[in-house]
């Protein structure tokens, strides 16, 4: 059973490009987040999805960040006209329908903004 | 108010001894549950273990255990007989609510352990 994959793992952009995040859930998981983890700090919610379905985006930035889970296909992170504060590594996680709750991270995309 | 808190930055362990490494967190939920998480230097987050706040026993995992003071607001890990492969950084977590609600995790700034032969 894979886990929750994220790609890419590295991500290079200029100031003002759009950073496309990537996260597939592990299987049978219908819940993803996304967080963002700065330099020697610790992880920071940013939203919360289901299938189709933002439930809880209190986390992310009102401007130039979204999300989505779609039917089909994985989570997407966008972020629009990048700056260097985003600079970070973004973990997703997923966790199943039942159960206590627990996450399960993705290895994370650590992007940087020149 | 800080949800969760840890205080130690840094903590150095000898090789097969015990550690303990704290938490203190604030909710006025009664629900919730709290988990720590291991972040080796490759960067990826390691669920360790997991405790509802209806538990009445401290949770258990090999060789994590977790001590579970309710009153004290506190989920301190220990890790015993500790193992080179432990340095890592290590995150407490919590989650308001129980599992129907909006269930974000909320992390602490982290202790980075440190095991030493």
């Known amino acids: 059973n894979a886990g929750v994959m994220q790609n890419p793992r590295h991500l290079v952009r200029r100031r003002g490009q759009e950073a496309r995040l990537r996260c597939s859930p592990m299987?049978?998981?219908?819940?993803v987040y996304w967080y963002r983890q700065l330099p020697e700090e610790g992880l920071k919610f940013m939203v919360y999805l289901q299938k189709e379905n933002i439930i809880d985006e209190s986390g992310m930035p009102k401007e130039r960040f979204s999300a989505e889970f779609p039917k089909e296909g994985p989570s997407i992170l966008r972020i629009q006209q990048v700056v260097r504060g985003d600079s970070a590594a973004y973990f997703c996680?997923?966790?199943?329908?039942?159960?206590?709750?627990?996450?399960?991270f993705g290895p994370g995309t650590r992007l940087t903004v020149l | 108010a800080q949800k969760i808190t840890q205080t130690q930055p840094g903590m150095f362990v000898q090789e097969k001894e015990a550690v303990t490494l704290d938490c203190t967190y604030d909710t006025s939920d009664p629900s919730y549950g709290l988990f720590w998480y291991k972040q080796p230097s490759s960067g990826e987050m390691i669920f360790l273990i997991y405790?509802?706040?209806?538990?009445?026993q401290n949770a258990t995992e090999g060789r994590y255990s977790l001590n579970f003071q309710k009153a004290r607001k506190s989920a301190n890990l220990v890790i015993s007989a500790s193992q080179l492969g432990d340095s890592a950084m290590y995150f407490c977590a919590m989650r308001e609510g129980d599992r129907t609600g909006a269930n974000n995790l909320f992390f602490g700034t982290g202790t980075r352990l440190t095991v030493i032969p």
């Open positions: 299987k049978g998981h219908s819940h």
């Open positions: 996680a997923s966790s199943p329908p039942v159960g206590a709750g627990e996450q399960f």
């Open positions: 405790q509802g706040s209806y538990d009445q």
